[in-house]
């Protein structure tokens, strides 16, 4: 399957740490992308990085992609209650225009203010 | 409107008994996608229309389940003699073009089969 797997299922802080998460893969990917998803609401679009890129930043957030380890992190800097929630990493099929996107099970984190 | 739309938000339905979901995406969005979300699991693909063409159901898990989207806006996903097993939330997503670009999420259908 090329479904991506999280790493930590769960991660819990204290406000103004630092989080990472991880996520690996399995066959080629064209792009791989982060979202959030807080609970009961869908998921919202965090970043998205390209297979020829070896990182990208967006704010507190940087994500780093290592095609050879087929493995993505994300980092979220100086956390914040608000950035409690479930993070999911979503892959695509390397070759495919179809868009079909093949989500882990996701990382639950928890902010302590 | 802004966002993906879906509705209804909550579905409460006997086993056996058909339900219809549906979808608004994001005006001029190209790419539509269903999935279905176990509680506590990520996103599992259903099925994607690129304009009104369905061209990937690999994913809807049995003949019960049908999608289309006639005129390449609106989608509709259908469940026939829903089972126990269908509870779970259904999620929609739109994109602007066909891939490599982000999906923009609905709030999902939360379907409840008793």
């Known amino acids: 399957s090329q479904q991506g797997e999280e790493d930590p299922q769960a991660l819990s802080i204290q406000e103004g740490e630092n989080a990472t998460m991880n996520c690996s893969y399995k066959t080629s990917i064209n792009n791989l992308q982060w979202y959030r998803q807080n609970s009961g609401r869908g998921l919202v679009h965090l970043i998205l990085i390209r297979s020829n890129e070896r990182e990208k930043h967006s704010g507190r957030l940087r994500v780093t992609l290592d095609t050879s380890k087929k493995s993505s992190s994300l980092l979220i800097t100086a956390s914040r209650a608000a950035d409690t929630a479930s993070y999911f990493c979503?892959?695509?099929?390397?070759?495919?225009?179809?868009?079909?996107?093949?989500f882990g099970r996701g990382t639950q984190l928890t902010v302590w203010p | 409107g802004a966002g993906v739309s879906q509705s209804p938000r909550y579905k409460v339905a006997k086993r056996g008994q058909d339900v219809a979901l549906r979808c608004d995406p994001i005006?001029?969005?190209?790419?539509l996608f269903w999935y279905q979300q176990a509680l506590g699991q990520g996103p599992e693909f259903l099925t994607y229309f690129q304009n009104e063409a369905q061209l990937d159901k690999s994913g809807l898990p049995s003949d019960r389940f049908f999608a289309e989207r006639p005129e390449g806006s609106v989608s509709t996903l259908k469940i026939q003699r829903t089972q126990q097993e269908d509870s779970a939330v259904y999620l929609c997503?739109?994109?602007?073009?066909?891939?490599?670009?982000?999906?923009?999420f609905g709030d999902g259908t939360r379907l409840s089969i008793l």
């Open positions: 997503a739109s994109s602007r073009m066909y891939s490599n670009q982000p999906q923009h």
């Open positions: 979503a892959t695509d099929e390397g070759g495919s225009t179809l868009g079909r996107l093949y």
């Open positions: 005006s001029g969005h190209v790419s």
